[in-house]
C-alpha cells in the first residue's frame, strides 16, 4: 500500500483537498504513572476511508489483547488515532502532532505518499515506525533507524504481476496506467519493468487524474488500442471506475490490480462489471493457525478483518515482543532489537527484518474477484 504524493513528496498524486490534520481521541486504559502511548495513523477520512478503518479496527484489537493480557512492561497501552487522509502534507501535521504526544510506536502510515515524509519527523522525534501497508522501495530505501513494515514492496509486487501477464496473456495487447502517485506509478513503473523483461512491450502505457468520475477518454484511447488487459497501478475507487466504464463500451477486458483492491469497496463500484478482476497481494492472512484466535474475536464483533486488519494488529504484536526483549520502550532499543533477534511469531507468521527494516521474506499471490462480490486467494 502498500511515498508522497501518495508515497514522497514527489508527485502529489492524490487529488484530496488538504484538510486539518486530526488526532482522533486515544483509547484504551491507563496505568498508573501514566499511560504508554502508541499511534494508529492512516486515512480515517477521504476516499480512501476503508483503508483507515482497516488499520484502526486492527489496532484497536491489538491494544483490547495486549492491555488484557497486562499490558506492555507492566503498562497498559493508549491508542492516539491519526487521520491524514493520505495527504503527505497533513501526514507530517500528524506526524508532528503524535510526536508531540511522546507516542513510542506509529503503526501506519497506509499511503506511501504519507509514510515518506512522516518518517522524517518520526526519526527526529525518536518515534519507532512500522507500516502495515506503504508499499514504495523509498521508504526503507532511505535507511532511516526507525522504519519499519510488515508487507512487501512494490518491486517484489511489479515482478510477480510482470511475469504473470506476460505468461497468462502472451499475444494480447496490454496496458498499463497509473495515477501519477509514488505508490501507483511506481508499482505500474515495477510491473512494466518485469513485463518488458519477460519479452512483453506493452499496448498502451498513460496517466490518469485521481478523483475523477468520468473516465472516458481513457476508456476511449484503451478501445482504440484494442487492449485485453489492463494493469492498473492505483487504487480501487479509480480502478473500479474505468473498469466499469470500459465495460459500458463493450469492452472485453481483465483488470489486474495490487494491493490497494483490496477491499470489499472495490466490487461496491464495479457491481458485476467487477466479475474475474485479479490483484496481487500477500497470502490471505485469514487462514493461517497463528491467527486464528485473533481471527475469531475479530467475527465476535462482526469485523471481517480483510485487507491490512491483521497487517496493522500483527505491527503492534511484533512491537511488543521486541519491548519485552529489548527490556525497554525506548524505540532505539526496541529497533535494535527488531533488527538483531527474529523472527517474531505473530498474526503474520514469522517475521524476520533485514538492515533495512523489511521484511526478509514478502510472498505475492494473486487473488480474483467472484461473482458473488467476494475475492479469493487463486
Known amino acids: 500500500m502498500s511515498t508522497v504524493n501518495r508515497r514522497s513528496l514527489l508527485g502529489a498524486g492524490l487529488a484530496l483537498p488538504l484538510a486539518a490534520p486530526v488526532l482522533l481521541g486515544s483509547r484504551g486504559a491507563r496505568a498508573q504513572g501514566g499511560p504508554l502511548r502508541i499511534a494508529v495513523a492512516g486515512p480515517m477520512t477521504g476516499q480512501y476511508a476503508a483503508f483507515g478503518a482497516q488499520m484502526k479496527n486492527g489496532a484497536e484489537q491489538a491494544v483490547t489483547d495486549l492491555n488484557g493480557a497486562g499490558g506492555v512492561m507492566g503498562q497498559q497501552l493508549t491508542l492516539e488515532q491519526g487521520d491524514d487522509a493520505c495527504d503527505p502534507r497533513q501526514a507530517v501535521s500528524v506526524a508532528n502532532q503524535l510526536a508531540s504526544r511522546q507516542v513510542k510506536l506509529v503503526a501506519g502510515h497506509f499511503c506511501s505518499g504519507s509514510s515518506i515524509p512522516a518518517n522524517k519527523v518520526y526519526a527526529e522525534e525518536g518515534v519507532l515506525q512500522i507500516s502495515p501497508a506503504s508499499t514504495n522501495p523509498v521508504y526503507t530505501d532511505n535507511g532511516s533507524w526507525n522504519t519499519f513494515r510488515v508487507c512487501g514492496r512494490d518491486d517484489q509486487q ?221
Do not use: C
Open 158 to 378: 511489479g515482478a510477480v504481476a510482470g511475469k504473470y501477464i506476460a505468461t497468462t496473456y502472451k499475444g494480447q495487447p496490454v496496458a498499463i496506467l497509473h495515477d501519477n502517485s509514488a505508490y501507483g506509478k511506481g508499482l505500474a513503473d515495477e510491473t512494466k519493468k518485469s513485463l518488458n523483461g519477460n519479452g512483453v512491450t506493452e499496448a498502451l502505457y498513460a496517466a490518469y487524474t485521481p478523483g475523477e468520475r468520468d473516465y472516458s477518454a481513457i476508456v476511449s484511447r484503451l478501445k482504440a488500442a484494442n487492449i485485453a488487459v489492463i494493469y492498473i497501478g492505483g487504487y480501487h475507487t479509480e480502478a473500479g471506475l474505468i473498469l466499469r466504464q470500459a465495460k459500458e463500451q463493450g469492452m472485453k477486458v481483465t483488470l489486474i490490480g495490487g494491493d490497494a483492491l483490496v477491499t470489499n469497496e472495490f466490487w461496491q463500484i464495479t457491481g458485476a462489471a467487477g466479475e474475474g478482476t485479479l490483484m496481487t497481494f500477500a497470502p490471505d492472512l485469514r487462514t493461517r493457525p497463528t491467527a486464528a484466535p485473533v481471527v475469531a474475536r475479530f467475527k465476535a464483533r462482526n469485523i471481517d478483518p480483510e485487507g491490512y486488519t491483521l497487517y496493522t494488529y500483527g505491527a503492534i504484536q511484533i512491537w511488543a515482543d521486541a519491548v519485552k526483549k529489548a527490556g525497554s520502550t525506548d524505540p532505539q532499543k526496541v529497533a535494535a532489537a527488531l533488527k538483531a533477534s527474529g523472527p517474531w511469531t505473530s498474526v503474520l507468521g514469522e517475521t524476520s527484518f533485514d538492515k533495512k527494516g523489511d521484511p526478509t521474506v514478502a510472498d505475492y499471490v494473486f487473488y480474483v474477484w467472484k461473482n458473488d462480490g467476494s475475492y479469493a486467494q487463486m
